[in-house]
């Protein structure tokens, strides 16, 4: 790496000068730059504005899943079948499936190596358990912190090699030469937020031959969120220069805490926790679900199922199923505007028509398994604390103590299945940018728990497996990049000198731009999609992000990492809406973890108001057969388009050809 300076409209910043710079922190972005060095590319860095910020090293659950090919026992598995469970949960390119599956041991072995705690018996099985959309025994985790664990052996290697961070750097700009189909991402411009000093804005400039992108999901769009207040994403990033992003409709939602941020999926729902519901001020309380459920015994077996059926599953809320609480959650906060709880200090209670909880009341697949658990005991923290200790000590550790007071909860943004366009080499439609982890959204409608780490690991494997390979070039010489860049350096400049106002004493108008974005879409773009309000709210992003490209004021150079992100964010949230938009104007119902409102449709049990009929998407519809592409054009209009879903390569692959094609240096493209 060279490190020189540039002079852009009189202004001094360090310029780097690399192969590769990857951008991020989480367990994508670290695995690219440990298998980047692995495989002889030693030029490169990690730029990441908070390291170790992402949901990788922050997010869990009562038991967080990695899903991997199976690798015990005698029920056969292969690439090809894990491709097709892959392939089926709808909106999947095959060959994408069948590179996640065919790379999965690779993956997996390679965090075994660099030492993640995934458990193995005495004969060196990596024994696994069903997840939710496996028909096989696919999944293993390595406790409540799986991806925190990944997260630390990822992050020791990397300090290890001696590869470069650049913490405290927020990227605000990729820079790219060429325009349309001949567009390449060529650099970056990040704010290196410990330089901020006076009117400096603390611009630094990456020129490098590639970049992978593992910024993560788009977090910071929502007000209802389970990922870590630190995880933002950076979509815009990406948009602004033309990625195509695909699948962004798609999305998981379900229930998790408020105060410290976490699933309430497993043990915590299995135990069978009291639903309350009070006003603004904690007044008030009912236990709302009681007025929908029929009886105890539905209710409560409802709630055990969501410890297994966690996301939001609009398939799951008819006849009284699990999902129909997150509907009757959103319903209590959103609609109504109170506040929900579980309480783990007594059982539901009845009411009306409703006996109090008791086990008998229990249908047969919960009360057996909370008796093969030992657990038929008097409330739900003593069930806790005998099923799932570390479920208790998680919170106490957050300042929560389940013992003596209620968890408010709320139905939360969790995971992006869409996200950026990627090749099978997981380059976008921008060359020699590279989206890893869940920034790319491989995924479609449905996945199996745990495939977001998969894909992470084996996407950043290949794109370092072709940076390597092809793209192993020397960066552009200083005065050409500087050609090629400066206006694009100057227009970031310029935004930030125009941001920074005199007069401007607070950061309040930042603070409402951003409640406003996450207002949107939590609302309209999360699990409850109203086709009629739609439009409307499309118009009021975009309407909104031309005001804060024009007016956005703040009072110092210190607030342009935020005023950056909003910007940022705000882009983002107008294109994911768009293309709710257009799903729903190409007559798209619900599926996957949204619900679609429809006049015409069923409600989700007679006790609520005709205003909650859906459908379900019909399989054979023309969204179900394709996948939804959106991108920004040149003028920054929207592009979108409606692309076959690729099937998954059948072509059969003969050891003596492979061979030869592997020994020409035919394999990767
Ligand atoms: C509560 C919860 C539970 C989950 N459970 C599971 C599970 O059981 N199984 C499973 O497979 N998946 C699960 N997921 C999803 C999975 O954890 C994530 O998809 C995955 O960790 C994302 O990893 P990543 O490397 O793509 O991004 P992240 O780990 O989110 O990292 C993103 C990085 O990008 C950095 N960054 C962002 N923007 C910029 C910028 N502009 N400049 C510089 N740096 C930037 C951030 O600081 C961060 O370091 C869960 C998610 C949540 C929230």
Redesign the pocket.
């Known amino acids: 790496m060279r490190k020189s300076e540039i002079v852009v409209s009189g202004a001094k910043f360090p310029l780097y000068s690399l192969n590769t710079l990857i951008?991020?922190?989480?367990?994508?972005?670290l695995n690219a730059g440990v298998c980047l060095y692995d495989r002889g590319q030693r030029d490169i860095a990690i730029?990441?504005?908070?390291?170790?910020?992402?949901?990788?090293?922050k997010?869990?659950?009562d038991k967080?899943?990695?899903?991997k090919i199976s690798l015990a026992g005698d029920r056969p598995d292969s690439p090809l079948e894990m491709a097709k469970d892959l392939f089926n949960g709808g909106c999947m390119h095959g060959d994408i499936a069948l590179c996640e599956a065919q790379g999965s041991a690779a993956a997996f072995f390679h965090l075994v190596s660099l030492g993640v705690p995934f458990p193995h018996d005495p004969f060196g099985a990596y024994v696994g358990y069903k997840t939710d959309h496996d028909p096989r025994q696919r999944a293993t985790s390595a406790g409540p912190l799986?991806?925190h664990l990944m997260?630390e052996c990822l992050a020791k290697e990397i300090r290890k090699k001696r590869i470069k961070i650049f913490d405290n750097?927020?990227?605000?700009a990729l820079l790219t030469d060429g325009r349309g189909e001949n567009k390449r991402v060529i650099g970056a411009v990040?704010i290196d937020k410990t330089r901020i000093k006076g009117k400096n804005p603390g611009f630094v400039v990456f020129n490098a031959v590639n970049i992978i992108l593992?910024?993560?999901?788009p977090a910071g769009i929502y007000k209802t969120s389970?990922?870590?207040e630190?995880?933002?994403?950076?979509h815009g990033?990406a948009l602004e220069i033309g990625a195509v992003g695909n699948n962004l409709t798609e999305s998981q939602f379900g229930l998790?805490s408020l105060k410290f941020?976490?699933?309430l999926s497993g043990t915590y729902q299995q135990v069978i926790p009291r639903y309350v519901s009070t006003d603004g001020k904690g007044r008030d309380e009912r236990e709302f679900l009681n007025d929908y459920f029929p009886d105890m015994g539905t209710l409560a077996t409802a709630i055990f199922l969501k410890g297994y059926q966690w996301p939001f599953d609009p398939r799951k809320a008819a006849s009284y199923g699990s999902s129909l609480i997150d509907i009757l959650v959103y319903r209590e906060t959103v609609v109504k505007g109170r506040r929900v709880y579980l309480d783990f200090r007594r059982n539901p209670g009845g009411a009306g028509k409703l006996r109090d909880f008791s086990f008998g009341l229990l249908h047969p697949e919960a009360f057996s398994y909370l008796q093969r658990s030992g657990a038929l005991l008097p409330t739900p923290i003593e069930r806790l604390e005998h099923m799932n200790q570390p479920a208790i000590d998680v919170y106490k550790d957050h300042g929560i103590d389940l013992e003596k007071e209620p968890l408010e909860a709320a139905v939360c943004a969790?995971?992006n299945n869409g996200g950026l366009k990627g090749n099978i080499w997981w380059e976008s439609n921008i060359e020699h940018l590279f989206p890893?982890?869940?920034?790319n959204g491989t995924h479609g409608v449905y996945r199996p728990?745990?495939?977001?780490?998969?894909s992470?690991q084996v996407g950043s494997l290949r794109a370092a497996m072709v940076i390597a390979r092809r793209y192993s070039d020397q960066p552009l010489k200083e005065r050409e990049f500087l050609e090629t860049t400066e206006s694009q350096i100057r227009l970031k400049l310029e935004t930030a000198r125009q941001m920074i106002a005199k007069g401007i004493p607070t950061t309040a108008g930042l603070t409402k731009a951003l409640a406003d974005i996450r207002q949107r879409t939590s609302v309209h773009g999360a699990h409850i999609r109203n086709p009629i309000q739609i439009g409307c709210e499309v118009e009021n992003a975009w309407k909104q992000y031309a005001r804060l490209k024009k007016g956005l004021k703040i009072p110092s150079a210190r607030d342009l990492p935020a005023a950056f992100k909003t910007l940022?964010l705000c882009l983002t949230h107008a294109v994911y809406l768009e293309a709710i938009k257009e799903y729903l104007e190409k007559d798209g119902a619900s599926r996957g973890s949204f619900l679609v409102l429809d006049p015409n449709g069923e409600k989700p049990c007679p006790e609520l108001d005709d205003f909650w009929k859906f459908s379900m998407a019909n399989p054979e519809s023309f969204v179900s057969r394709k996948i939804l592409e959106i991108c920004l054009d040149e003028n920054m209009r929207v592009q979108k388009r409606w692309v076959d879903i690729r099937p998954i390569p059948s072509e059969e692959s003969w050891f003596e050809n492979v061979w030869s094609d592997f020994r020409n240096d035919r394999i990767i493209r």
């Open positions: 951008i991020g922190s989480g367990t994508a972005a730029a990441t504005e908070d390291f170790g910020g992402g949901t990788s090293n997010s869990g659950s967080q899943t990695y899903y799986t991806s997260f750097h927020q990227v605000i990040a593992g910024t993560g999901g389970v990922y870590p630190s995880q933002t994403g950076s990033l998790a941020r976490w699933n969790q995971h890893v982890g869940e920034v728990g745990g495939s977001a780490l998969n992470g940022d």
